[in-house]
């Protein structure tokens, strides 16, 4: 039986330039573990340790970093991660939601409108609808039969 032929790609037919680590180009014999500022840069932002592909770094050199950042870490010199604030715009449609978008299809609770004439700390009741123990300004208001009394 014949073998089939096998066709190169795009991406299999580029020579990629081999990336040069950065311990040799400035000609670093010795990795410190105090050395934050050489360390930091063979870290992400998020604090992670980046890739050997990445770095440019030989098995050798990629292992004499990471144990150096490891035991900066643990000397508490460099965070073990490192938290990455997002600002998020509104949703499009079809995208899942968040608390708010479930919540809409939710009936809204049953509460009595606050006029602007009552006072803030003072209880709003209505005869309708009074939940079953509320503690006001030390008061105790105990429903029966759907009205509010005042227990003091």
Do not use: H
């Amino acid at each position: 039986m014949a073998k089939p032929v096998r066709t190169k790609t795009k991406d299999n037919g580029r020579r990629v330039k081999k990336k040069v680590s950065l311990l040799v180009t400035e000609r670093v014999e010795y990795v410190d573990w105090k050395d934050v500022n050489l360390l930091r840069r063979f870290m992400s932002d998020r604090a992670k340790i980046r890739t050997r592909r990445v770095s440019g770094n030989s098995a050798q050199q990629q292992a004499e970093i990471a144990r150096a950042i490891k035991n900066a870490r643990e000397m508490a010199i460099l965070p073990y991660a490192s938290r990455v604030t997002q600002t998020r715009g509104p949703k499009r449609d079809g995208e899942r939601g968040g608390r708010r978008e479930r919540d809409r299809d939710l009936p809204a609770p049953e509460t009595a409108p606050l006029s602007r004439d009552t006072d803030p700390g003072e209880a709003v009741a209505t005869d309708e609808f009074v939940s079953e123990a509320e503690v006001l300004e030390g008061d105790l208001l105990v429903e029966t039969d759907g009205t509010a009394e005042d227990v003091s």
